[in-house]
């Protein structure tokens, strides 16, 4: 009885395999949300480094050595300004420009205060985050200096400063991707409900249509084995195409120039275990599901349609998650679907997942995929669903 | 033997089969014969299993099909109305399959596939996938899957509909070379010179019906006619009913 059900499962996944136009479609999906992830995180990082990487021209340069050398360790190119400044600026040729005057010595020497121009165009909103930067850096400096003096005569430099902002930034380096990434739990199950269409309505809708379910049926196989068959045969499928999927993702993270923002992600080989453990019981949900509706759609065409519904499912709560912050929570791993999810999205911020959130959301998916599965059988054993 | 008493299916409102009843005995071809829709291939699904009768009884060798369906099942070797291969798969996996559903052994069925590819004469086809195969070459894959597994039950819905001239001799020297092995082969056909060269007994389904069941000649007489054709159009549209002359 075992042996016919490996036969099953074996003739499903050979006949599968041999499907490349389904196997390729299933296959598109991981690559292009890998490839998704990847583009999209080079770009917020180019976008980020367009921002870091400032030139600034300087006029005068020999006027304020100790200034311009502050600014080069602060990492920004100086080059040498030519020509008139503010036409420089107007036709877009320089963001920004500082000018050190030829006074500046005379007057830094005598303790006076000595004044160098920073030229921008204020309407340009684009430019801004450069000009703040320089302002930044050379208000920086100037305190810097001004301590210096007011150490040199036995003053405290704190004196001069009675208030001080300090800026804190509470989200941790991994939260702030894991926004970058809250896209990533989404595609996950996406590919999980994505990957078994084709297969599961070939399987029951289309061995109708071509009209070799009733042969099959006519063997002394009872009906059950059938199913498991199929359904384990569909189950293995979606998993290794998920694998793939949830390892692309990975990888891509990995690859991805996420330092570059100053952002650390620890995705490595537990985390790839850890949002497998979480998926496996959706796998076992999806796949079910897929047979069910292909069982009792009509024909293959309407198996295809019903199932690339089913696909959208992961999109409700992927987008509710999106919007809500917060870690999971208890009652969300009630919810088929919501609760991976969350999970997942924990996962890729870095947060330790409760492990009994794991198992309570593995098993409202495993409960369920029982009903499915029973209604499969029921459903098989139809003589409508035999013969259309 | 094969006994079939009063069996009755209705889908809805349609009743597809009235009232059947025969005998097949084991070492005889037997030939179901009607019209389109009279009632033949609801009758077979009922009697391999797959369609539960509302009301009658179904034995093969005394076992009652509807409750040891899988028992029987094993006895018997199906080739259903329009049953096709998996295209993807080679002539040799499709009727793999089927012989490792039947619980055989992988060398059991490599020497009764071999022994099929001589009988058939698949040599050439036997290792391509069944995508392209002609309709003579899928039924050879197909009555080669049915049999397998050696069934003493053979069941077939229209075996030569549509088959080239090669091919039916093929399928009539099998059907033949079954029945000296002491086989039961049932045939459902509505072409009558098929049963006339191949049926040791037929019995003749109208409306859900079994209008009249015995050997060729007795049918033939019964209905005063000189054809097993002119019997057919006898019982099968009732009597009086004639093959106009510019038909014949």
């Known amino acids: 009885m075992f042996y016919q059900y490996i036969a099953i499962l074996n003739k499903e996944l050979l006949d599968a395999m041999r499907d490349f136009k389904s196997l390729a479609t299933a296959l598109f999906m991981p690559i292009f949300f890998a490839l998704f992830s990847l583009g999209s995180m080079h770009f917020i990082v180019s976008m980020q480094q367009s921002n870091d990487q400032i030139i600034l021209p300087v006029q005068g340069i020999e006027n304020a050595k100790p200034l311009v050398d502050w600014l080069t360790e602060a990492g920004i190119t100086v080059i040498a300004a030519s020509g008139n400044p503010e036409e420089k600026i107007l036709n877009k040729t320089y963001d920004v420009i500082l000018i050190i005057p030829e006074n500046f010595p005379e007057n830094f020497r005598q303790q006076r205060p000595a004044t160098v121009d920073l030229l921008s165009d204020h309407s340009s909103s684009k430019t801004q985050g450069k000009v703040r930067k320089v302002r930044q850096l050379v208000n920086q400096w100037s305190t810097k200096i001004g301590s210096i003096r007011l150490l040199t005569r036995n003053i405290s430099p704190a004196i001069a400063r009675p208030a001080v902002i300090n800026d804190i930034n509470v989200s941790t380096d991994q939260q702030v991707a894991a926004k970058i990434l809250a896209s990533v739990p989404m595609f996950t199950l996406l590919i999980v409900f994505a990957s078994g269409i084709g297969m599961a309505s070939d399987m029951t809708a289309g061995e109708r249509e071509r009209k070799s379910l009733e042969p099959l049926l006519i063997n002394p196989v009872p009906y059950t084995y059938v199913f498991f068959g199929k359904w384990s045969a569909a189950v293995l499928v979606t998993f290794c195409i998920t694998l793939f999927g949830i390892g692309l993702q990975i990888l891509s993270i990995n690859v991805a120039p996420l330092e570059e923002l100053g952002l650390r992600l620890a995705m490595g080989w537990s985390q790839f275990a850890l949002i497998m453990f979480i998926v496996i019981p959706v796998i076992f949900l999806a796949s079910a599901l897929q047979l069910l509706v292909s069982l009792f759609a009509r024909s293959f065409k309407d198996a295809q349609s019903y199932n690339s519904l089913i696909v959208l499912l992961p999109v409700i709560p992927g987008l509710y998650l999106t919007f809500s912050s917060g870690s999971a929570e208890y009652w969300q791993m009630l919810v088929p679907i919501l609760g991976p999810t969350a999970l997942i999205v924990d996962v890729i911020g870095g947060e330790p997942i409760a492990i009994q959130h794991a198992i309570i959301a593995g098993g409202t998916s495993l409960v369920i995929t029982t009903l499915l599965v029973f209604l499969g059988i029921l459903l098989l054993k139809r003589e409508r669903t035999i013969f259309g | ?248």
């Open chain 2, 1 to 248: 033997m094969i006994e079939i008493k009063n069996i009755r299916k209705r889908f809805g409102d349609i009743v597809a089969v009235d009232d059947v009843s025969f005998v097949a005995k084991s070492g005889e071809i037997f030939g179901l014969l009607g019209p389109n829709g009279a009632g033949k291939t609801t009758s077979l699904r009922m009697l391999y299993g797959l369609f539960k009768p509302d009301s009658g009884c179904l034995l093969v060798d005394g076992i009652s099909v509807p409750e040891h369906t899988l028992q029987v099942q094993r006895r018997m070797g199906v080739l259903p109305d329009g049953g096709n291969l998996y295209t993807r798969l080679t002539a040799r996996e499709n009727i793999a399959y089927f012989g490792k559903l039947q619980g055989m052994q992988p060398a059991e069925i490599e020497h009764s596939i071999a022994n099929f590819v001589d009988i058939l004469d698949m040599h050439s086809i036997i290792d391509r996938k069944t995508g392209g195969f002609s309709q003579g070459e899928r039924m050879k894959v197909s009555l080669a899957r049915a049999l397998v597994h050696s069934p003493d039950y053979i069941l077939l819905d229209e075996p030569t509909n549509g088959l080239d001239v090669l091919t039916t001799q093929a399928v009539r020297a099998l059907l033949l070379r079954l029945k000296a092995e002491g086989k039961c082969v049932i045939f459902s056909s509505h072409l009558m010179h098929e049963v006339a060269n191949l049926c040791d007994r037929v019995a003749i389904v109208a409306q859900g019906k079994v209008v009249i069941e015995g050997d060729q000649s007795t049918v033939i007489k019964k209905a005063n006619k000189n054809t097993m054709e002119d019997a057919f159009v006898h019982f099968a549209y009732g009597e009086g009913t004639n093959i106009p002359e510019n038909l014949r």
